[in-house]
């Protein structure tokens, strides 16, 4: 009887693992999908990662990929911001954009506003 007890706890406590393990819900997948969309279409825009340029492909790309190695653990697309697209894992430098204008800003207040702008 105490091995069955046993049993029902660890798989109780692997279910509720689970569901806090649990990807971010559609709707911010779909903003988060839409931000990454919108760096990939900055296409005279230039991506500055730890003092490295990129184009704008490149960078979408490197977002995607951070992303998705974050695994589960991003739930909404304002944690996307703060933890992928606003700095270095590394280094902790700043992610930064050349805009077409030729003004240059952080990535992650600038993917802030595009996020508020919807």
Not at 19 to 28: D, G, I, N, T, V
């Amino acid at each position: 009887m105490m091995t069955r007890t046993r049993f029902i706890a660890c798989l109780s406590f692997a279910l509720m693992a689970t569901l806090s393990a649990a990807a971010a819900p559609p709707e911010e997948e779909k903003k988060i999908e839409g931000l990454i969309a919108h760096v990939g279409s900055l296409k005279k825009a230039v991506f500055i990662r730890n003092g490295k340029e990129y184009d704008a492909a490149s960078a979408a790309k490197f977002l995607k990929g951070k992303w998705e190695a974050q695994g589960k653990g991003i739930k909404t697309a304002a944690e996307f911001i703060e933890k992928v697209a606003t700095k270095s894992s590394t280094s902790g430098k700043a992610y930064r954009i050349r805009l077409e204008d030729g003004k240059e800003t952080d990535c992650g207040p600038y993917l802030t506003e595009q996020l508020k702008k919807g």
